[in-house]
C-alpha cells in the first residue's frame, strides 16, 4: 500500500537528530556533544528541542517536533513508549528505516520515504501513550491504510547489525511539556526526557557521557553485513586562540561525504573537543569560534576501519569593525527571555570579552520584519521578560539589551558594551521565502568596536 506522509518540518530538524546507539552489548548509548549529560530527579536523560515559532513570532505548540536517529550494532528487538508529560497533551510518531542509501534527511521531505511504523491517533494516547509492543498492538500486515496510522501501539520490529532507524515524534494537542520517551532493545531499556517550555523546571543532574568503541573484529563484521557502515574515526584536540595560545570555547562541524548531513561537537571547558564519525572516508571539518575566524580543512582517512588522529587548531582573532553572528542565541516567541539552549553561546561570548579583556563590543538585535506583539496573560505570573508588548524593534533592543545585562552580571565592564535593536532595518532576506529565511533575519550580531591588545597582534596574522 501506498502511505501518506506526514507533514514534516524541516530538512535541519531532521540533521539535529539526537543520536542513540544501540551497542554491540545491546545497551543503549546517548551520543554527547560534551563530557556530560542531563538526568532529571528519576534517572531519565534528558533532551531538549527547539521550539518553533510562527510568523507573528509566537511558539506554535501544534508544530514541535523531535528526532531520534538509532543506530543498531547488534542484532536485536526494538520497542518503544512514548508518553506525554501532562495527560492533557497528545503526540504521534513515524518511525522510519533508513534504506541504506542517499541521503535520509533529504529524502524524507519529498516524501521519498514512508514509515515503517505510524500513528496519528490522539484519542486515549494521554495516559497509556503510544509506540511499539509486544503485548499488544498493529501487526502492520493489512492494507488498511485507515488503521495503520490510527493505532496506538503496533508490533516490535526486529533490527539487523548495521540497520539504522529514525523516529520523528510530533506534538499534536495541548500545551507541549515534552515527553517521556523509552527505549526498550531485547532485556535492556533507558528512559529519555524530551523537554522545552516554561512547564519544565526541575534541577537537572550530570552525569558522564559514555563513548561507544568498536572492536576491529566487529569491523570486520560489519563490512559484510552493511558497507556503507564501516569507516569510523575518533577525532580529538585542543582549540586555543593564536596569539594568545589560551584555550577556546569553539564547535567543530563536519560533514560526512557528498551531499550528507552536518554534524558538530563542542569543546569542555579545558578547549578540548572529541568526535565520533562514521561511515566515510573523507570529510570536511570545520572549527568556529566566538570573535575568531573560522577555519576549515578537508580530511581523508589513511586507513579503512577505525582510525584515531588528533587534530588542534589555532583560531585567529576578528578585527576591528568585523562583525559575528550569535547563531545559537534562542529567545522564546514573543519575550525577550533566553532558552535554555543560549547559556552555552552567551558562554562562549563571555569567555571571549574575559581573555580579550580590552575590547569592546556592540550588540545588535535583529527581527524578521515589522508588527506587533501582544502580551500573553498565561505568561502574567512571570518576569517582565515574558510580558513583552510592543512592536519588533523595541524587542530587538531588549533583547540585545538582555545579552548585555547576562554579560555584566557575569562580570564585564558595562562601558564595555553597547546594545542596539535594528528591528528590521538589516534584514538578511527582505522577503522571506521560507522557515530558514525567517529565522536568519531574527538574530543577534556582534560588531567589534575596539579589540583592544589584541588588535595589532591579528593585522600581523
Known amino acids: 500500500?501506498?502511505?501518506?506522509?506526514?507533514?514534516?518540518?524541516?530538512?535541519?530538524?531532521?540533521?539535529?537528530?539526537?543520536?542513540?546507539?544501540?551497542?554491540?552489548?545491546?545497551?543503549?548509548?546517548?551520543?554527547?556533544?560534551?563530557?556530560?549529560?542531563?538526568?532529571?530527579?528519576?534517572?531519565?536523560?534528558?533532551?531538549?528541542?527547539?521550539?518553533?515559532?510562527?510568523?507573528?513570532?509566537?511558539?506554535?505548540?501544534?508544530?514541535?517536533?523531535?528526532?531520534?536517529?538509532?543506530?543498531?550494532?547488534?542484532?536485536?528487538?526494538i520497542t518503544f513508549n512514548i508518553i506525554p508529560q501532562q495527560p492533557t497533551d497528545r503526540y504521534n510518531f513515524?518511525?522510519?528505516?533508513?534504506?541504506?542509501?542517499?541521503?535520509?534527511?533529504?529524502?524524507v521531505?519529498?516524501?521519498?520515504?514512508?514509515?515503517?511504523?505510524?500513528?496519528?491517533?490522539?484519542?486515549?494516547?494521554?495516559?497509556?501513550?503510544?509506540?511499539?509492543?509486544?503485548?499488544?498492538?498493529?501487526?502492520?500486515?493489512?492494507?488498511?491504510?485507515?488503521?495503520?496510522?490510527?493505532?496506538?501501539?503496533?508490533?516490535?520490529?526486529?533490527a539487523k547489525m548495521g540497520d539504522v532507524f529514525y523516529l520523528n515524534v510530533h506534538h499534536m494537542h495541548g500545551d507541549d511539556c515534552g515527553h517521556f520517551f523509552k527505549?526498550?532493545?531485547?532485556?535492556?531499556?533507558?528512559?529519555?526526557?524530551?523537554?522545552?517550555?516554561?512547564c519544565f523546571t526541575e534541577p537537572l543532574t550530570k552525569i558522564k557521557a559514555k563513548i561507544p568503541v568498536i572492536k576491529p573484529d566487529t569491523i570486520k563484521k560489519i563490512k559484510r553485513e552493511n558497507p556503507t557502515l564501516t569507516s569510523t574515526l575518533q577525532l580529538s584536540g585542543t582549540v586555543t586562540d593564536s596569539i594568545k595560545k589560551s584555550t577556546l570555547q569553539a564547535e567543530i562541524t563536519w560533514k560526512q561525504g557528498k551531499n550528507e548531513k552536518e554534524f558538530s561537537a563542542k569543546t569542555n571547558e579545558s578547549g578540548h573537543y572529541s568526535?565520533?564519525?562514521?561511515?566515510?572516508?573523507?570529510?570536511?571539518?570545520?572549527?568556529?569560534a566566538v570573535g575568531y575566524k573560522s577555519k576549515t580543512f578537508k580530511l581523508m582517512k589513511q586507513t579503512f576501519g577505525t582510525e584515531s588522529r588528533q587534530i588542534d587548531f589555532q583560531l585567529v582573532p576578528l578585527k576591528a569593525g568585523e562583525h559575528f553572528v550569535l547563531r545559537n542565541i534562542y529567545f522564546h516567541?514573543?519575550?525577550?527571555?533566553?532558552?535554555?539552549e543560549s547559556y552555552y553561546e552567551l558562554q562562549n561570548l563571555l569567555n571571549f570579552l574575559k581573555i580579550n579583556e580590552k575590547s569592546k563590543i556592540e550588540i545588535q538585535g535583529h527581527t524578521n520584519g515589522k508588527g506587533n506583539i501582544k502580551r500573553k496573560s498565561s505568561r502574567a505570573h512571570l518576569g517582565e521578560e515574558w510580558n513583552f508588548q510592543g512592536n519588533e524593534k523595541k524587542l530587538s533592543k531588549l533583547r540585545a539589551e538582555a545579552v548585555k545585562r547576562y554579560l555584566i552580571k557575569q562580570g564585564i565592564e558595562?562601558?564595555?558594551?553597547?546594545?542596539?535593536?535594528?528591528?528590521?532595518?538589516?534584514?538578511l532576506y527582505s522577503h522571506p521565502k521560507n522557515r530558514y529565511q525567517k529565522d536568519m533575519n531574527k538574530r543577534v550580531e556582534i560588531v567589534l568596536l575596539s579589540t583592544g591588545s589584541s588588535e595589532s597582534a591579528a593585522e600581523n596574522q
Open 94 to 107: 513515524f518511525f522510519y528505516k533508513h534504506p541504506g542509501n542517499g541521503s535520509f534527511c533529504e529524502d
Open 414 to 427: 558595562e562601558t564595555r558594551l553597547t546594545a542596539k535593536g535594528l528591528g528590521d532595518q538589516q534584514m
Open 183 to 198: 527505549l526498550n532493545v531485547n532485556s535492556n531499556s533507558k528512559s529519555f526526557r524530551a523537554a522545552h517550555r516554561t
Open 275 to 288: 568526535a565520533f564519525m562514521m561511515g566515510q572516508m573523507f570529510y570536511e571539518i570545520t572549527c568556529t
Open 109 to 158: 521531505i519529498p516524501k521519498k520515504i514512508i514509515p515503517i511504523r505510524a500513528n496519528l491517533l490522539k484519542d486515549n494516547t494521554g495516559k497509556e501513550g503510544t509506540g511499539l509492543s509486544d503485548n499488544f498492538g498493529y501487526s502492520d500486515t493489512t492494507d488498511n491504510r485507515k488503521v495503520f496510522y490510527h493505532t496506538a501501539y503496533h508490533h516490535p520490529v526486529h
Open 1 to 77: 500500500m501506498v502511505l501518506a506522509q506526514p507533514k514534516l518540518n524541516t530538512i535541519d530538524d531532521c540533521i539535529q537528530a539526537k543520536e542513540i546507539i544501540i551497542d554491540f552489548e545491546g545497551g543503549i548509548v546517548l551520543l554527547s556533544n560534551n563530557d556530560f549529560l542531563l538526568t532529571d530527579n528519576s534517572e531519565n536523560l534528558v533532551v531538549y528541542y527547539p521550539e518553533k515559532e510562527n510568523h507573528q513570532g509566537i511558539t506554535a505548540a501544534k508544530e514541535q517536533s523531535i528526532w531520534y536517529k538509532i543506530d543498531v550494532w547488534n542484532d536485536c528487538e
Open 333 to 340: 516567541g514573543g519575550t525577550y527571555a533566553f532558552k535554555t
